[in-house]
């Protein structure tokens, strides 16, 4: 009985470390299916770098683990909760939805701030407004985050008087406040002048240091090669490849890998 409660526990534990986990995840838009059956888990602390063509699925992927769009089919567990799901896909209990977005935190492409809203304002919002955390609280937690990302002195700053950068590791900032489990980022450096992307990838290079969950999609091969403790390689809406950052990278078995990987070099 004591190795059966042993293994039962063992394996309660084991479910608790999934941070995300996706399966046999489908996307179509009208005629086109963009995402083929993907499946994929990322545990507690693991940074899952998605890398890919243009129009493989990778940002679709990602916003559908969110449920900034909507499967066509397929399941989806946040931290050991089943997302609760119609036959087409769709969520069928919004409040869990809610609740889960909580936990998740998505930095996209292009920033996303709201341009009439100080720095300040743009991190307190969603902990006051959403979580209702004492905007007292919430205040001194976002100064605490903006000097985190080296915007400690931009607090009241609007995001038309930044560069590209710094509004990216503002956004990053501002996704940090609601303190999620998993982070999501949107190919977060791909709108940047090449001089700003070092910032970004800086931050977030110290995030993942600390034990951070993230799936990340990135254009940034040796970034991800340097960061990432897992690779997906997605080609036309499947995972053609994954695995360790040295053996995606190091030793691609794919012919359509070391294609893709050789027109990046």
Partial sequence: MDTAKAVANSDEASLNQEAIKVEDLHKSFGQLE????????????????????????KSTMLRCINFLETPSSGKITIGGELVEMHADGSPSNRRQIERIRTRLAMVFQQFNLWTHRSLLENVIEVPVHVLKVPKSQAIVRAHELLERVGLGDKA?????????????????????????????????????????????????????????????VTHEMKFAREVANHVVYLYEGRIEEQGPPAEVFGNPKSDRLKQFLSSVA
């Fill in 156 to 216: 009241d700053t609007y995001p038309a008087y930044l560069s590209g950068g710094q509004q990216q590791r503002a956004a990053i900032a501002r996704a940090l406040a609601v303190d999620p489990s998993v982070m999501l980022f949107d190919e977060p450096t791909s709108a940047l002048d090449p001089e700003l992307v070092g910032e970004v990838l800086t931050v977030i290079r110290d995030l993942a240091a600390e034990g951070r969950t993230m799936l990340l």
């Fill in 34 to 57: 963009v995402l083929k059956g993907v499946s994929l888990t990322a545990c507690k602390g693991d940074v899952v770098a998605i890398i890919g063509g243009s129009g493989s699925g």
